[in-house]
């Protein structure tokens, strides 16, 4: 059973709009929440996280946003790029380890 | 700092062949994790190894599979023998510190095609 869910395969954005990546999660023992970025051919990178304390962090275009009562997290693009096109992971952690979705892959075109 | 290291990139073998997938971590990392991913399941983490001591191996699918940490600078993942469902991308991922708070470097991958 998986317990952090992508429900969305894909997202087609434009340019300049904002894009949105949503992910759910079932474990309520989660506390610590990630977001990688994947491009073709190489390993995911790290791209921003946030704590279960905290309902909002940013990093310049990128904003992740936590409910936990519904458990649910949100990245936010804002404007988005064409090289922001990738796959896009979100993971959890309880402890000592991640656990990841499946991914979203986002196509930003111009 | 070269990142991660995997080798081989790509690997093509037959039914029944060993596999041995190689990993060089990031210099003065202490945790080491060997993740598979595949469309179905996506990305599943498989072992970790915290200063070259395997800490959870769950994620192993089967006997097959074996993992190994003879020093803080190498790492193989072992499929013996290797079976068509085997074929996925492997990726090996070194950080530093509390595993599950810190960023975790992912290497290029490997990807595994077993005819």
């Known amino acids: ?110 | 700092d070269a990142g991660v290291i995997q080798s081989p990139r790509h690997e093509v073998t037959e039914m029944g062949q060993e596999v041995t997938l190689r990993c060089k971590p990031i210099s003065g990392h202490d945790y080491l994790f060997w993740y598979r991913q595949t469309m179905m399941r996506g990305l599943e983490l498989l072992i970790y190894f915290n200063n070259n001591v395997p800490i959870d191996d769950s994620g192993m699918p089967e006997d097959r599979f074996s993992a190994k940490m003879p020093n803080a600078s190498f790492s193989t993942l072992k499929i013996q023998p290797s079976e068509p469902r085997d074929s996925a991308v492997y990726f090996c991922a070194s950080s530093l510190g509390t595993s599950g708070r810190g960023e975790q470097y992912f290497g290029p991958g490997t990807r595994l095609t077993v005819t």
Request: net charge neutral.
């Open chain 1, 1 to 110: 059973d998986q317990q952090v869910k992508q429900n969305s395969p894909s997202l087609s954005v434009q340019e300049g709009r904002i894009s949105i990546l949503n992910c759910d999660y079932t474990n309520s023992m989660f506390d610590y929440f990630l977001w990688y970025k994947k491009y073709p051919a190489e390993g995911p990178t790290f791209l921003i996280s946030i704590s279960s304390i905290k309902d909002k962090n940013e990093d310049g275009r990128f904003t992740v946003f936590l409910n936990k009562s519904a458990k649910h997290l949100s990245l936010h693009i804002v404007p988005s790029q064409p090289g922001d096109s990738a796959v896009y992971f979100c993971a959890a952690s309880a402890h000592s380890t991640l656990t990841f979705g499946k991914g979203t892959m986002l196509l930003v075109s111009p």
